[in-house]
């Protein structure tokens, strides 16, 4: 089964498949090496981790899509890649979602934030007509050679217009062509349920951890019907904690004997890359 069609069953299921966010194609081995059925590429992640700048959208498209045919080549699970707001208007979005498609994505989501945009869990967000949005919407559905490729329409609305405001714009979203809908950053479990049980299509969930959604657990996401649970800079997050201890360690001690255990050994970093697949081919080349 090709990955987009994967992806499709996975979040028609509604069982609120945990995809964990990489913003690099080695992270992408990990997390596809512990079992995950999919994985999500971060836009957020890619700004911090590839260019040390904040999620307020300064990646261009075609930095976003080197990283997914990076990643798309390092893992064989389905990929879903945030495309922002698709860099530009509908005949962009089309463009954009012809070139995530060929770089390997299973699916793409867009927003309807007014460019640039913010992380949706920042203050200060804009968001674009509705009317803009589903043009958007149209003009990815058209773009698309694989039908089963995902369009997922996220709306940052909850937090500008209000939670009623942003549920009617999922379900225009949906009317419009959308196969999933995202609707960033509801406050509480009561929000959640209003969302998954007001649109028809399956949804997503974005849990960031000192975000503004409640940290659910699998089990009661799966039992409010989300389609997937992003955890968008898990990997992230636990490496730049990590990161930051073992350098000032190192400072401080002048060398890795107090943090030895904060480290991956040789062996374990060339089984994350590989390695060995590598040398059977350089002796098969021979």
Known sequence: MRPSARLKALLASRSAAILPGTPNALFARVIAAHGFEGLYVTGAGVANMSFGMPDIG???LTELTEHVAAIADAVDIPILADADTGFGNALNVGRTLRMFERAGAAGIQIEDQV????CGHFSGKQVIACGEMVQKIRAAVDARTDQHVQIVART??????????????????????????????PLNASEMRRITSEVGVPQIANIVFGGLTPLLPQSELATL??????????ALQAALKSVGDVMAALKRDG?????????????????AVDKARYDDLEQRYR
Do not use: H, M, W
Request: no cysteine; aromatic share 10%.
């Open 58 to 60: 300064l990646v261009t």
């Open 115 to 118: 460019f640039p945009k913010k």
């Open 156 to 185: 940052d609305a909850r937090a500008i217009e209000g939670l009623d405001a942003a549920i009617a714009r999922a379900q225009a979203y949906a009317e419009a062509g959308a196969d999933v809908t995202f609707v960033e950053a």
């Open 225 to 234: 019907e989300f389609g997937a649970v992003l955890y968008a800079n898990a």
């Open 255 to 271: 060398s890795l004997t107090q943090v030895a255990d904060r480290l991956a050994g040789f062996e374990e970093r060339q089984q």
